[in-house]
T-cell receptor, first 110, second 115 residues
């Protein structure tokens, strides 16, 4: 449960949708999280999903969870330049510790 | 408004110096964490603490130690700073929980440069 994988870079045009993918290894993960890090700042929670859900929607954000494949994705609709940041997925297994992926740098071109 | 604060945003130290990074949270959280962040490597856990005076090694504890004398404060210590410890250091906290929802709250980070 300590190997969370995500691609390092994603570039999209403003107004397009962005999809950031993540795979995790521990099927006992109960919650999965997406964090956003803007330049020079700490991480902020963007959204999360409980493991018994397949999908969660929150305004422009859609999280999809495929437990069978241990695959998590974050879709950002109508991506804006302000969405440019690093996005981390994380899984929670035990005792409050989170295991983070390496982060995906999203660049939005005007 | 919940808050995790770190003592410095930027710090420049010389090789061999002893360095203290301080983190304070005002949420009465039991758990506190120290990470370092390097480009392409993501967040790597250095140490964490589940309670006052308790600590556990994370994935990369070598060259670091920690101190948790009070519940709200978690200090990271570099006994003898080296250039390969130049990095962004992030502190986080959350409440004690089993397998329930347990968001970690992060501080703004300390960018440490060791010359």
């Amino acid at each position: 449960g300590e190997d969370v994988e995500q691609s390092l870079f994603l570039s999209v045009r403003e107004g397009d949708s962005s999809v950031i993918n993540c795979t995790y290894t521990d099927s006992s993960s109960t919650y999965l999280y997406w964090y956003k890090q803007e330049p020079g700042a700490g991480l902020q929670l963007l959204t999360y999903i409980f493991s018994n859900m397949d999908m969660k929607q929150d305004q422009r954000l859609t999280v999809l969870l495929n437990k069978k494949d241990k695959h998590l994705s974050l879709r950002i609709a109508d991506t804006q330049t302000g969405d440019s940041a690093i996005y981390f997925c994380a899984e929670s297994i035990r005792l409050g510790r989170l295991y983070f992926g390496r982060g995906t740098q999203l660049t939005v071109w005007p | 408004d919940v808050k995790v604060t770190q003592s410095s945003r930027y710090l420049v130290k010389r090789t061999g110096e002893k360095v203290f990074l301080e983190c304070v949270q005002d949420m009465d959280h039991e758990n506190m964490f120290w990470y370092r962040q390097d480009p392409g490597l993501g967040l790597r856990l250095i140490y964490f603490s589940y309670d006052v005076k308790m600590k556990e090694k994370g994935d990369i504890p070598e060259g670091y130690s920690v101190s948790r004398e009070k519940k709200e404060r978690f200090s990271l210590i570099l006994e003898s700073a080296s250039t390969n410890q130049t990095s962004m250091y992030l502190c986080a906290s959350n409440k004690a929980a089993g397998r329930t929802y347990n968001e970690q709250f992060f501080g703004p980070g300390t960018r440490l440069t060791v010359l």
